[in-house]
């Protein structure tokens, strides 16, 4: 199976912050990335696929990039919604699997 | 405009079998270019994904390692749903249960449509 790794597990910052995470894989997985935002009670939102697209109706202070088997999810000026966790999934193949999560939190 | 509509139990007793139920509109079960999965999420485990189902030509079936002794995920073509089945199952099994649409592109796969989830509790 594919490791998926995040960092940090979690961050404490300021609205107006730009923001940045990372997820490394284990192996390449070329640009079979997707990034997700989770708030308490309700299910993961795709905000990102293919490693830097954005879906559609999200946000543009959001962005994906990546580097080898790095992949960084940014926002640029944290926003009061956008407290969250964040997890990063690879579908370069089956098992489907996820990062352990990146709880952003108000400082 | 999708939509995923899940059903089943919040109490299995241990040993027995999990059963949940993924009701689909807006899309169809045996659709081309879709997967229907089954993932789960709990503190010690985190999102973890159990399976899936697909139809291409023929139907498809998909399980994780960690479960796949103990698994079953079938389509119900007559009612546009798909189905869980999780036998033996341990409080080590108690989660929250999502059932997701993922869609393939030129690019990959997403996961974009899921069900409001399932809080299930393993207990005598």
């Known amino acids: 199976d594919i490791q998926m790794t995040q960092s940090p597990s979690s961050l404490s910052a300021s609205v107006g912050d730009r923001v940045s995470i990372t997820c490394r894989a284990s192996?390449?997985?070329?640009?079979?990335l997707n990034w997700f935002q989770q708030k308490p009670g309700k299910a993961p939102k795709l905000l990102i696929y293919a490693a830097s697209s954005l879906q559609s109706g999200v946000p543009s202070r959001f962005s994906g990039s990546e580097s080898g088997t790095d992949f960084t999810l940014t926002i640029s000026s944290l926003q009061p919604e956008d407290f969250a966790t964040y997890y990063c999934?690879?579908?370069?193949?089956?098992?489907?699997?996820f990062g352990q999560g990146t709880k952003v939190e108000i400082k | 405009q999708v939509q995923l509509q899940q059903s089943g139990p919040g109490l299995v007793t241990p040993s027995q079998t999990l059963s949940l139920t993924c009701a689909i509109s807006?899309?169809?079960?045996?659709?081309?270019?879709?997967?229907w999965n089954w993932i789960r999420q709990s503190p010690s485990r985190g999102l973890e994904w159990l399976g899936r189902t697909y139809y291409r030509s023929k139907w498809y079936n998909d399980y994780a390692v960690s479960v796949k002794s103990r698994i079953m995920i079938n389509p119900d073509t007559s009612k546009n749903q798909f189905s869980l089945q999780l036998n033996s199952v341990t409080p080590e099994d108690t989660a929250v249960y999502y059932c997701?649409?993922?869609?393939?592109?030129?690019?990959?796969?997403?996961?974009?449509?899921w069900g409001q989830g399932t809080l299930v509790s393993v207990s005598s």
């Open positions: 999934q690879q579908n370069y193949n089956t098992p489907r699997t």
């Open positions: 807006g899309d169809t079960v045996s659709g081309n270019s879709v997967a």
């Open positions: 997701v649409r993922e869609v393939g592109y030129s690019r990959g796969w997403v996961f974009d449509y």
């Open positions: 192996q390449s997985i070329n640009s079979y």
